[in-house]
C-alpha cells in the first residue's frame, strides 16, 4: 500500500498540515473524491491512500504517523486513525442508511477529535 500512496503538495506553504483520504474503490466510495481534494489541495499536504489491497501494520503505522486528518467512509480502513498524531481529526462518511459510530469512542478516548457525517440523497 506504501507504493500505491499519492502525495500532493500545496502550491504554497499556508499550512503544514496533513490530509489523508482513504477512499473505497467499490462500495461506500467518496464520489465526489475529485472536488475534495480540489477544495483542499491548495491549502493542505494530501495523502490519498488505498487499502484495498491490503496493508501491513507497520505500513500503516508509517502512512499515518503524520496525519493531521483523515477523510474515509466508513469502514475498516477508519481502524487506521490509531497511529494518528493526539488531537487529530477523523472524518466518517456513511452512507446508504447505514451508521455507525462505534468508532467515535476508541478515538475520542485516544484524543483524537471523531466526525461522523450522514449522508442524504
Not at 103 to 113: N, V
Request: aromatic residues 10%; neutral net charge; hydrophobic residues 40%.
Amino acid at each position: 500500500c506504501v507504493e500505491s500512496v499519492q502525495v500532493l503538495k500545496p502550491a504554497s506553504k499556508m499550512s503544514d498540515k496533513v490530509v489523508a483520504i482513504i477512499n473505497r474503490s467499490k462500495s461506500r466510495r467518496i464520489t465526489n473524491e475529485e472536488e475534495l481534494i480540489n477544495a483542499l489541495k491548495d491549502r493542505y499536504t494530501i495523502k490519498l491512500i488505498d487499502f484495498d489491497k491490503g496493508c501491513s501494520l507497520a505500513s500503516t503505522a508509517y502512512l499515518m504517523h503524520d496525519v493531521d486528518m483523515l477523510i474515509t467512509p466508513h469502514g475498516s480502513q477508519e481502524g487506521a486513525a490509531i497511529f494518528m498524531k493526539d488531537n487529530s481529526i477523523v472524518i466518517s462518511i456513511n452512507g446508504r442508511g447505514y451508521s455507525e459510530n462505534w468508532f467515535g469512542y476508541p478515538f475520542t478516548a485516544m484524543g483524537r477529535r471523531f466526525f461522523n457525517f450522514e449522508v442524504c440523497n
